[in-house]
């Protein structure tokens, strides 16, 4: 989603970090809700994968009794916390399972804002709930920090300051690059959709030191583009998200795609898939400009050095040992 330039965040991340208060709390919720929690939850129900993760880097994955459905799909649950897949879900933002959301007797209750009605029921009922909507980084920052305040998660300040420190050292690598390549980013559905200006997605292709070919495009999110307009933007590289439903040896044996600079030097990479979609911004996509970096200017950071920067960030905030021959 349409996001703020990484400078700008990087400011914003300093503002944001605060000491850990004393209960009761009091914090505004992305609905523009005060929401007030007497002491720390012991039993949390997280109806969102983004909040999930967010709970598990902050160290809180074991006061969680209910998460949302699906969760077998993503692989950060059985690296960082198995236990999760054993709980009970509350169905999806589509489907939310509000009687099974009150049975399991919540102390603290984290769903998406979509979810605004059943927030409003759950609030009726005396239930301590709030709404997020992480969808770009301040976003993702301010959720972060919310949690943490509600749940007396004091480490959070450590997340927040890694941030900060690599959106820093990235923008070093790129700095003095007058002619930045140009990257075309494909959506999961198809190779001739991409991400536009708007989104979270434009931001992690800038902070890479990267062009977004598709950054123009202003009146839609993920916008679907012909053969012809992809043809025209020839990108230096073809990025593809890592939920996509297609491989890049599809793309590289597209017979309309031979011409493209990216193809004829064959790159064209897909994001990694085995930990979280660093596309999105997850408590973790910090890692995703990490890597596109490191496509982008293997010299001054190669991929060496990034595995090591993966395995020491989820060493650090999701308690794993990562296999590096997975990257």
């Known amino acids: 989603e349409k996001s703020d330039t990484t400078e700008e965040k990087t400011d914003k991340v300093s503002e944001t970090v605060t000491e850990t208060p004393e ?41 969680l009794v209910g998460i949302e459905a699906k969760a077998a799909s993503r692989p950060i649950y059985s690296l960082a916390a198995p236990q999760l897949l054993d709980l009970p879900n509350v169905g999806t933002a589509k ?27 759950l609030e009726e009922m005396g239930i301590t709930v709030i709404g997020v909507n992480p969808e770009n ?3 993702l920052i301010e959720m972060i920090t919310m949690i943490a305040q509600l749940t007396g998660a004091s480490e959070y300040q450590e997340l927040l300051s890694y941030y900060t420190k690599k ?6 690598v790129s700095a003095n690059i007058a002619d930045k390549p140009t990257v075309y980013l494909a959506g999961n559905s198809s190779m001739l959709s991409t991400a536009t200006g708007k989104m979270y997605q434009n931001d992690l292709i800038e902070a890479a030191g990267g062009i977004n070919v598709a950054k123009e495009i202003e009146d839609t999110y993920w916008a679907n583009i012909s053969y012809e307009q992809l043809l025209a933007y020839d990108p230096d590289y073809i990025i593809i998200t890592p939920e996509a439903e ?14 493209l600079s990216a193809i004829q030097n064959k790159r064209v990479y897909q994001m990694p898939k085995d930990f979280e979609a660093w596309d999105s911004p997850v408590p973790s996509s910090i890692l995703g400009k990490m890597w596109l970096t490191s496509i982008l200017y293997e010299d001054q950071y190669t991929y060496e050095t990034f595995t090591e920067d993966v395995a020491a960030f989820y060493n650090r905030f999701y308690g794993f040992e990562v296999d590096k021959e997975v990257l």
């Open 23 to 63: 209960f009761p709390v009091t914090v505004t919720d992305h609905l523009g809700r005060s929401v007030t929690i007497e002491k720390a939850p012991e039993r949390i129900v997280s109806g969102y994968y983004i909040s999930s993760s967010a709970l598990i880097s902050l160290g809180l994955e074991d006061k």
């Open 95 to 121: 489907e939310f399972d509000l009687e099974g959301c009150i049975a399991l007797n919540p102390d603290l209750v984290i769903l998406p804002i979509k979810l605004k009605d059943q927030i409003s029921t």
């Open 137 to 139: 980084e301040q976003l």
């Open 167 to 172: 959106a820093e050292e990235l923008e070093k």
């Open 246 to 259: 297609y491989t890049i040896e599809d793309v590289m044996g597209d017979s309309n795609l031979t011409n």
